[in-house]
């Protein structure tokens, strides 16, 4: 596996294209919308009053830098690569959703909105946008899909907890994408007061740029702290691919050391010669729309959206963002993926080999890590994108094991 | 010269605005499309507008969404709009029809052979919903190769300089989205609309043509003082979720002729 090399990364162009995905593929009452959130995120990014801020919260609030830890059991066990995990479940919250969800609240407020929206697939996103929302006084409103909310009950009682108002949706396959449907119709009809607080690396531009903006601390710190414990670059990152911005905040740092392997981890689900997947890279999908961007999707010969399928909720999406696509286009990242079976093979050996209990999306990451880790020598290194904590999860395991948790 | 531009010419000999009702190809069924259209003809329409099913209609309201998820669930697509037109054009070569799509269903089929189909089927225009004037290029080429206009939407927040470049880009007629919200929405403030058209006509000579969110003759009637055309959708796509076809149809035909008469009383 020899990755392209790129020695300057300079996408998205100013249309927010990365080759010949992504774009602005929305309707025009949209426009005038996103063009003051482009101009309110270009002024901000260079005002030291905001970076401060933004600084602080991620210092103090979200309690960042978070540790790149050894996984010494993990490592003797599979008897390979040196295995890191970058720590984003230590993140307040949970996962590392927070990182972009504090950066856009903050832009919000600087923009004057009074009102914050946002979709959830695992719930992850809801809760770290009902975090922030009800830190900064503003009013949140969280769009689920009706399936999504069954399997993650606990997440929705703790936005509720957190003063969100969580709205079901149920149209379409009533799971994230319909959720991005009915969250781009509020905005739409509430642009003057709202603003939309996407949750992952895609939707027209600046969005895929934005949130990798606020996510790639998690790579600049990873490369820092590679440095210092082992006085190299990792040879090797891995991050699971749902929407992919867990993925592209640790990618992105390294894009240009063309050294370092990028590996990205879809959700198999239940197999890729089955329709119950979500591999848009590493299978089976086409080039399409979809919520405001080109990228690969998983789409019928008619443009339907195909319903994805995962284990992970998180990772149960149809598209992906455009940088992904161009980033498998430009054979710089290597996009491959992992079952639903083997993403919960992992969840229990990490759980037991280091006392980690990471999240379903992140197993899919940590699958793949435990079938190349013993391929490399042990003088090398990845880092996995400890990117949630499984704690979440508890309930669908629990349940696929035929134990029902008592409730109340 | 293109049958949009003959209906509108004609309609301004007769001192008279077009009526443009939409619905949602395949919906309620499939075998029921073609009927309804020579029915909207019959209850006064000068133009169709014809949804294609897409899976994620996300500027569409409660009510054409659930005719897409109809349409959907029952696997019409594209291929199947371009059946109805052609099967809608052997009796009636004359009322021109413009589709309304989202990108995807194109982008699957690939914009040459899409420009090819529509062509051959006898659509007259294509209305994009989520493609911009930014990213519509590569389209518009391979439309203008067959004589297809291609129709822009303009909103009451779009900029006059995108007024400007819109205007450059269309052909057919200008879509004017009468509020800020989805497909059926109330419009709050009909003058608004008025002022906002008026400002738009000084700016472009197509027709400008306002949609979302005109439920009733009066409706119509008032933004049809400023106006060329009249765009209704949700309110005859709500009838046929209330009703059973034969019901609903004779509603559609109702509300579209009270729309007709009080558009023309009004000229």
Redesign the interface.
Known sequence: MKSAEIKKYIWPDK?GHFGEFG???????L??AINELQKAFSIYLKDSDFQRELDEDLAFYVGRPSPLYFAKNLTQYLGGAKVFFKREDLNHTGAHKINHAVGQALLAKRMGKTRIIAETGAGQHGVATATVATKLGLKCVIYMGENDMKRQAANVYRMKLLGAEVKVVT??SKTL??A??AA??DW??N?DDTFYLLGTVLGPAPYPEMVRTFQSVVGREAKRQSIELTGKLPNMLVACVGGGSNAIGLFYPFIEDAAVQLVGVEAAGKGIDTPEHACRLSAHG???????N?TY?M???????LPSHSISAGLDYPGVGPEHAWLKEAGRVNYVNATDKEALHAFRLITLKEGIIPALETSHALAYVIKQAPLMKSSEIIIVNLSGRGDKDINTVAKIDGITLMEN | MSRLISCFNELKQLNRKALIPYITTGHPELKLSVELMHLLVKSGADIIELGV???????D?PVI??AH?IA?AKGV???HVFDVVSEFRVLDKKTPIVLMS????????NNARFAEKANIAGVDAVLI????P??SSALAKELNQVDIDMI????????DQ?IKQ?DQLSSGYIYY?SL???TG?NIPDIDHVVQRVNHVKTMTDLPVAVGFGVKDGKTAAEISQAADGVIVGAALVKELHDHIPTIAFTKIAEKLSDMRQAMNRAE
């Open positions: 249309q774009g602005q593929f929305i309707a025009e009452t426009f005038p149209t379409g994408k319909d991005v449907n781009l119709r739409v009809s642009l086409r080039v399409g729309v979809l919520h405001g080109r999707i789409s019928n010969h008619e443009g339907h959206i | 099913p897409f899976s994620d209609p996300f500027a309201g969404e659930k998820d959907v697509g594209l291929s989202y990108l995807n269903p194109i982008e699957m089929l919903v989520d493609c911009p930014e990213e822009f939407l303009v909103s009451p927040n779009t900029s995108r819109i989205v800020k919200g989805v929405s």
